[in-house]
């Protein structure tokens, strides 16, 4: 059983990491700033998800868990806010005006 | 082992804690109070600073107290001896002059709250508390929190007025002052790593001469040389100590810059006696030599009278360095009972004193005629003869003429290169005596001259202000009568067992 | 071992890139992620405390002071179009510089063994002090005479930050002003993080007696979530003469120094504590200085009044 | 080798690069930021000292680590002041940078400050 759990989270930390990793080439690689955001946000909200998902299979008892799940929530919510401003930064008016 | 606490020890806790509590109090209050408070903890600080005296004087041994009862090293101990009980006394009864002193100049007018005196009087107690604490401190680290303390109280001090030369004179300030607190914590890091401890005591049994202990020391020892603004690290100190606004001028260049010197004499014969070289200890020589030489040479060309006498400053400092050439490894008996010893200590005691004054005289000068042009001063010494009867007799103390502290501070420094057999220092203390006399005489020589025109005075200045500043300068020449020899006072709690070489 | 020297590969790069970088702007981030690096060496280093601090204050805070000081230098006036130095003198300081880490590096290296340390008696006395945390019982019990002072620097940068202001303003209110967009991002996430901030702030706080975490670390994460209210525009920040602001400010402080008084009359030495109290009276001291200590980050980030209250 | 060492290695090269930065960097802001590098080099030094000692079972020597939290306190706090007079000081009509090193009076060339 914790064969089958071990290699799980090895599996999911991976993927994340491999996530991470992409987003960090479209940021260094897309031409401007919007698709570089859309790189990084892909990154922050797959990659941390899964390496989180990864090593709740590792937490015992319910509060160790609920940080972990508190830790992908507010980054998710920092990511959600940059991405936001720095897209205002880009364009003042939004996209459409 | 860093032995027991003594009886009397808490009077160390109350002279750091006292101002501290003074400046919370003045902040919650706000408004005039800060000047009322500043009032209060001025006599309060003047007679624990004096009981401070009174008790090492009374048992003839170094006070030590440990905070919380925790011994080193784990804890932090507070120490003073006889060197700590005199700067004390020093710091205190400026602080008190200064303070009388700026009343009319930083009073809080009615109603709403002011900056600059809130601010003025605030630091002032923040300055007092940080001095004490570098005076009393015995662990390493817990003195770099109260030189970062004398820090934050001393570069408001300069910009108070917010004209943008204070502006960027406080910001240049500041990195010096950075730049030596990180040399400071790096040698600092070293000693902990090597020795396990950074009380003074317990170092100074652990400390061997090896490459760490030598490069933590240097390390040290140049960071507080760029505080204490000694030639080459001179550059921020004319700026800064001539913009600031007269009684914070003469905190800083009396006091503050004291503080970082004060800490190299400990480093140097409390933490590692005996282990300094001569050759290491002639390169401070010829700093403080040079830093003479050429602050003497630049103050003579100032226009400007507050610019004259920060380079004085830069050139007095000079002087205090003199004292480690003519003290490391003397031909007999040990550092501190050399003549150079005690008259490097007597410089910065009356140099505090004097130079003081001479800000506070240029300080009323300045506020009288609406400038400090040294052309500009004919006729001032007709309209304000006290004044410039306290500047000059100030004068005679940086001149190193009889009666004055400075006579005998430098006389000892002589005596001290004569008995050392290095004449060289003596040729440097007498060149810098003779340009000290050009730059006084300068500034005499105007203002006991007849004007022009007929002096029109943009402002009067009262009698007491002038009083306090004569009050100043006459301390200076009353150390003129401290005998010539090695101090006892001043021998009390140095460590007996100190020299390398005699162990 | 290999992760250690990757780590340190990277750190040593990125600070070379903040050195090195040409905009000042790029310069800061690289700083911000440098000291996010070093939290991670200080994690490695078995400090977690340390690297808590590193975090919030050494990265996160000082990172929001450099952003915005890089900003309005910038938008006042061009600083970047100092000279160039000359190729002698980068040469000598490129000597210069790498002698010293040269030396630095040999001390590292001829440092003692087995090292000296104190871990023993911070242990031994580890029941006096009531607390479970060792770092903290250092700060608070054994070296707690620099934690005083060390709270006393805060206010007086804080003074000399204010003393800035223009006489005409003092008694002003600090900073720049941010208008409330009731609809805008910000807002939102005031609204959502900030009460979550402050629980976080708190647990961070309250757990730094036993686990890795205290006064500063809960300070710095109440701090940010103080600046957060104030760019949104929710809240502005108060005027420096406020008087609620002045006791907020001394509380902390004002609290050591009676209980390290108190001392003297209950165990015979200032800042020393009787020990069946021990824990309670360091509780009493470290809830004001956190709070304090949240108070004086908030407003150095601020900075000097700029603006006056009748506007 | 071991890490701590390692580390202490780290922040020789560390203190090093930030001096590098404070001597060629002629803004007040880079010299700012020089200066928090070295700190950063610096503290690290206590971190490996404090690793370095290691025993009664605590991962390291409590008493540098607790040296350190104070000193990144101060240094924030030296920033901190640093950067308001930097900002003020810019917005100063006619000031760009420090003045040059001389200024009038001042016959000395500029030390790297």
Same mark, same amino acid.
């Given at each position: 059983?914790?064969?089958?759990?071990?290699?799980?989270?090895?599996?999911?930390?991976?993927?994340?990491?491999?996530?991470?990793?992409?987003?960090?080439?479209?940021?260094?690689?897309?031409?401007?700033?919007?698709?570089?955001?859309?790189?990084?946000?892909?990154?922050?909200?797959?990659?941390?998800?899964?390496?989180?998902?990864?090593?709740?299979?590792?937490?015992?008892?319910?509060?160790?868990?609920?940080?972990?799940?508190?830790?992908?929530?507010?980054?998710?919510?920092?990511?959600?806010?940059?991405?936001?401003?720095?897209?205002?930064?880009?364009?003042?008016?939004?996209?459409?005006? | 082992?860093?032995?027991?606490?003594?009886?009397?020890?808490?009077?160390?806790?109350?002279?750091?804690?006292?101002?501290?509590?003074?400046?919370?109090?003045?902040?919650?209050?706000?408004?005039?109070?800060?000047?009322?408070?500043?009032?209060?903890?001025?006599?309060?600080?003047?007679?624990?600073?004096?009981?401070?005296?009174?008790?090492?004087?009374?048992?003839?041994?170094?006070?030590?107290?440990?905070?919380?009862?925790?011994?080193?090293?784990?804890?932090?101990?507070?120490?003073?001896?006889?060197?700590?009980?005199?700067?004390?006394?020093?710091?205190?009864?400026?602080?008190?002059?200064?303070?009388?002193?700026?009343?009319?100049?930083?009073?809080?007018?009615?109603?709403?709250?002011?900056?600059?005196?809130?601010?003025?009087?605030?630091?002032?107690?923040?300055?007092?508390?940080?001095?004490?604490?570098?005076?009393?401190?015995?662990?390493?680290?817990?003195?770099?929190?109260?030189?970062?303390?004398?820090?934050?109280?001393?570069?408001?001090?300069?910009?108070?007025?917010?004209?943008?030369?204070?502006?960027?004179?406080?910001?240049?300030?500041?990195?010096?002052?950075?730049?030596?607190?990180?040399?400071?914590?790096?040698?600092?890091?070293?000693?902990?790593?090597?020795?396990?401890?950074?009380?003074?005591?317990?170092?100074?049994?652990?400390?061997?001469?090896?490459?760490?202990?030598?490069?933590?020391?240097?390390?040290?020892?140049?960071?507080?040389?760029?505080?204490?603004?000694?030639?080459?690290?001179?550059?921020?100190?004319?700026?800064?100590?001539?913009?600031?606004?007269?009684?914070?001028?003469?905190?800083?260049?009396?006091?503050?810059?004291?503080?970082?010197?004060?800490?190299?004499?400990?480093?140097?014969?409390?933490?590692?006696?005996?282990?300094?070289?001569?050759?290491?200890?002639?390169?401070?020589?010829?700093?403080?030599?040079?830093?003479?030489?050429?602050?003497?040479?630049?103050?003579?060309?100032?226009?400007?009278?507050?610019?004259?006498?920060?380079?004085?400053?830069?050139?007095?400092?000079?002087?205090?360095?003199?004292?480690?050439?003519?003290?490391?490894?003397?031909?007999?008996?040990?550092?501190?009972?050399?003549?150079?010893?005690?008259?490097?200590?007597?410089?910065?005691?009356?140099?505090?004193?004097?130079?003081?004054?001479?800000?506070?005289?240029?300080?009323?000068?300045?506020?009288?005629?609406?400038?400090?042009?040294?052309?500009?001063?004919?006729?001032?010494?007709?309209?304000?003869?006290?004044?410039?009867?306290?500047?000059?007799?100030?004068?005679?103390?940086?001149?190193?003429?009889?009666?004055?502290?400075?006579?005998?501070?430098?006389?000892?420094?002589?005596?001290?290169?004569?008995?050392?057999?290095?004449?060289?220092?003596?040729?440097?203390?007498?060149?810098?005596?003779?340009?000290?006399?050009?730059?006084?005489?300068?500034?005499?020589?105007?203002?006991?001259?007849?004007?022009?025109?007929?002096?029109?005075?943009?402002?009067?200045?009262?009698?007491?202000?002038?009083?306090?500043?004569?009050?100043?300068?006459?301390?200076?020449?009353?150390?003129?009568?401290?005998?010539?020899?090695?101090?006892?006072?001043?021998?009390?709690?140095?460590?007996?067992?100190?020299?390398?070489?005699?162990? | 071992?290999?992760?250690?020297?990757?780590?340190?590969?990277?750190?040593?790069?990125?600070?070379?890139?903040?050195?090195?970088?040409?905009?000042?702007?790029?310069?800061?981030?690289?700083?911000?992620?440098?000291?996010?690096?070093?939290? &991670?060496?200080?994690?490695?280093?078995?400090?977690?405390?340390?690297?808590?601090?590193?975090?919030?204050?050494?990265?996160?805070?000082?990172?929001?002071?450099?952003?915005?000081?890089?900003?309005?230098?910038?938008?006042?006036?061009?600083?970047?179009?100092?000279?160039?130095?000359?190729?002698?003198?980068?040469?000598?300081?490129?000597?210069?510089?790498?002698?010293?880490?040269?030396?630095?590096?040999?001390?590292?290296?001829?440092?003692?063994?087995?090292?000296?340390?104190?871990?023993?008696?911070?242990?031994?006395?580890?029941?006096?002090?009531?607390?479970?945390?060792?770092?903290?019982?250092?700060?608070?019990?054994?070296?707690?005479?620099?934690?005083? &002072?060390?709270?006393?620097?805060?206010?007086?940068?804080?003074?000399?930050?204010?003393?800035?202001?223009?006489?005409?303003?003092?008694?002003?209110?600090?900073?720049?002003?941010?208008?409330?967009?009731?609809?805008?991002?910000?807002?939102?996430?005031?609204? &959502?993080?900030?009460?979550?901030?402050? &629980?976080?702030?708190?647990?961070?706080?309250?757990?730094?007696?036993?686990?890795?975490?205290?006064?500063?670390?809960?300070?710095?994460?109440?701090?940010?979530?103080?600046?957060?209210?104030?760019?949104?525009?929710?809240?502005?920040?108060?005027?420096?003469?406020?008087?609620?602001?002045?006791?907020?400010?001394?509380?902390?402080?004002?609290?050591?120094?009676?209980?390290?008084?108190?001392?003297?009359?209950?165990?015979?030495?200032?800042?020393?504590?009787?020990?069946?109290?021990?824990?309670?009276?360091?509780?009493?001291?470290?809830?004001?200085?956190?709070?304090?200590?949240?108070?004086?980050?908030?407003?150095?980030?601020?900075?000097?009044?700029?603006?006056?209250?009748?506007? | 080798?071991?890490?701590?060492?390692?580390?202490? @290695?780290?922040?020789?090269?560390?203190?090093?690069?930030?001096?590098?930065?404070? /001597?060629?960097?002629?803004?007040?802001?880079?010299? /700012?930021?020089?200066?928090?590098? /070295?700190?950063?080099?610096?503290? @690290?030094?206590?971190?490996?000292?404090?690793?370095?000692?290691?025993?009664?079972?605590?991962?390291?020597?409590?008493?540098?680590?607790?040296?350190?939290?104070?000193? @990144?306190?101060?240094?924030?706090?030296?920033?901190?002041?640093?950067?308001?007079?930097?900002?003020?000081?810019?917005?100063?009509?006619?000031?760009?940078?420090?003045?040059?090193?001389?200024?009038?009076?001042?016959?000395?060339?500029?030390?790297?400050?």
């Amino acid at each position: 059983m914790s064969l089958v759990r071990d290699a799980l989270t090895i599996l999911a930390v991976c993927a994340g990491a491999f996530f991470f990793l992409a987003g960090t080439v479209g940021l260094l690689r897309f031409p401007d700033a919007l698709s570089r955001l859309h790189a990084l946000t892909k990154a922050d909200n797959l990659g941390l998800g899964l390496i989180v998902l990864g090593l709740l299979l590792q937490t015992e008892g319910a509060f160790p868990a609920l940080r972990l799940i508190s830790v992908w929530l507010l980054g998710l919510l920092a990511g959600a806010t940059v991405t936001q401003l720095i897209a205002r930064a880009v364009h003042p008016g939004g996209l459409h005006d | 082992m860093p032995g027991s606490a003594t009886a009397n020890g808490f009077l160390l806790v109350l002279a750091v804690i006292l101002p501290f509590a003074g400046v919370l109090v003045s902040l919650a209050l706000g408004g005039r109070n800060a000047e009322r408070v500043a009032l209060i903890v001025m006599p309060a600080g003047l007679a624990i600073a004096l009981a401070i005296v009174v008790a090492v004087w009374r048992t003839g041994n170094a006070l030590q107290y440990f905070v919380g009862n925790w011994k080193p090293p784990l804890g932090v101990a507070f120490r003073a001896d006889g060197l700590s009980a005199v700067m004390i006394l020093t710091s205190a009864l400026l602080i008190c002059g200064i303070g009388l002193f700026a009343r009319a100049q930083f009073s809080t007018p009615r109603g709403a709250e002011a900056r600059a005196p809130l601010v003025f009087w605030t630091l002032l107690l923040a300055v007092w508390g940080a001095l004490n604490g570098v005076f009393i401190g015995g662990d390493l680290f817990n003195l770099y929190v109260a030189l970062e303390l004398l820090t934050f109280a001393a570069v408001p001090l300069v910009s108070l007025d917010g004209r943008a030369e204070t502006l960027a004179a406080a910001l240049r300030y500041l990195l010096f002052a950075l730049l030596g607190s990180i040399l400071y914590l790096l040698g600092a890091a070293l000693l902990y790593g090597a020795y396990g401890t950074l009380d003074i005591v317990l170092l100074s049994a652990r400390i061997h001469a090896q490459p760490v202990a030598w490069a933590a020391i240097s390390l040290m020892t140049v960071g507080l040389l760029a505080k204490a603004a000694l030639y080459p690290f001179h550059l921020w100190l004319p700026p800064a100590h001539a913009g600031a606004p007269a009684p914070a001028s003469a905190l800083l260049s009396g006091l503050v810059v004291k503080a970082p010197f004060f800490l190299v004499v400990r480093l140097w014969f409390d933490v590692m006696p005996g282990m300094p070289e001569r050759a290491t200890a002639q390169i401070l020589g010829v700093l403080g030599a040079a830093a003479i030489i050429f602050g003497s040479v630049v103050a003579l060309r100032q226009a400007r009278l507050k610019l004259l006498i920060a380079y004085s400053t830069v050139a007095q400092i000079g002087y205090l360095f003199l004292m480690f050439p003519l003290a490391v490894r003397p031909e007999g008996g040990y550092p501190w009972s050399t003549a150079a010893w005690t008259g490097g200590i007597l410089q910065a005691i009356s140099h505090a004193f004097a130079k003081a004054a001479m800000f506070m005289a240029a300080g009323l000068i300045a506020e009288a005629l609406g400038h400090d042009r040294i052309a500009g001063l004919s006729g001032i010494g007709r309209a304000l003869p006290i004044t410039v009867l306290a500047f000059g007799l100030s004068g005679l103390s940086l001149m190193g003429l009889p009666p004055s502290g400075g006579f005998v501070a430098k006389a000892m420094l002589l005596t001290g290169a004569v008995a050392e057999g290095q004449w060289w220092w003596a040729l440097v203390v007498l060149v810098g005596g003779l340009l000290a006399g050009g730059y006084v005489f300068l500034v005499l020589a105007r203002a006991l001259g007849d004007p022009i025109e007929p002096l029109r005075l943009s402002a009067q200045v009262s009698r007491r202000r002038q009083a306090v500043v004569m009050a100043v300068a006459l301390c200076a020449i009353l150390l003129g009568f401290a005998p010539l020899r090695p101090s006892d006072f001043l021998q009390i709690g140095r460590p007996d067992t100190g020299i390398v070489g005699l162990r | 071992m290999v992760f250690d020297a990757g780590l340190a590969v990277l750190v040593l790069g990125v600070a070379a890139w903040t050195i090195v970088a040409r905009d000042t702007f790029a310069a800061v981030v690289g700083f911000i992620a440098y000291g996010l690096l070093l939290a &991670l060496v200080w994690v490695r280093l078995a400090a977690p405390d340390v690297a808590l601090t590193e975090a919030a204050i050494g990265s996160g805070l000082t990172g929001v002071l450099l952003l915005g000081a890089s900003t309005r230098v910038r938008r006042t006036k061009n600083l970047t179009a100092g000279k160039e130095p000359a190729a002698a003198l980068r040469l000598a300081a490129i000597g210069l510089c790498v002698m010293v880490s040269a030396a630095i590096a040999v001390l590292v290296l001829l440092l003692p063994e087995p090292a000296p340390t104190l871990a023993a008696p911070v242990a031994a006395n580890l029941a006096a002090t009531g607390l479970g945390n060792p770092v903290t019982a250092v700060l608070m019990a054994y070296r707690a005479i620099d934690t005083l &002072l060390e709270v006393v620097v805060l206010l007086l940068a804080l003074l000399g930050v204010w003393s800035l202001a223009p006489d005409r303003l003092w008694g002003g209110v600090p900073g720049l002003h941010y208008r409330a967009d009731p609809d805008g991002i910000l807002t939102f996430d005031a609204q &959502l993080l900030v009460p979550i901030g402050i &629980l976080v702030g708190i647990h961070i706080f309250w757990v730094g007696s036993v686990a890795p975490g205290g006064e500063f670390q809960g300070a710095t994460i109440l701090a940010a979530m103080w600046i957060l209210t104030t760019l949104s525009g929710l809240v502005d920040t108060p005027s420096v003469s406020r008087r609620w602001l002045r006791l907020l400010l001394i509380a902390g402080p004002a609290v050591f120094v009676a209980i390290g008084l108190a001392g003297f009359a209950m165990a015979g030495a200032f800042l020393a504590y009787p020990i069946e109290h021990a824990k309670l009276l360091i509780l009493i001291i470290e809830v004001p200085v956190t709070l304090s200590i949240a108070a004086m980050l908030a407003l150095l980030v601020a900075g000097p009044p700029e603006r006056s209250l009748h506007r | 080798m071991n890490a701590a060492t390692l580390y202490g @290695l780290c922040s020789a090269v560390l203190v090093g690069l930030g001096l590098y930065g404070l /001597i060629i960097h002629p803004e007040p802001l880079r010299k /700012i930021l020089a200066f928090n590098l /070295i700190g950063g080099g610096v503290f @690290l030094l206590f971190g490996v000292v404090a690793r370095r000692g290691a025993a009664a079972g605590f991962g390291g020597d409590p008493v540098p680590q607790a040296l350190v939290i104070t000193g @990144l306190v101060v240094a924030f706090a030296s920033t901190a002041l640093a950067l308001a007079l930097l900002v003020r000081l810019s917005s100063e009509p006619g000031r760009a940078n420090l003045p040059s090193e001389g200024s009038g009076e001042e016959p000395m060339g500029g030390g790297p400050l």
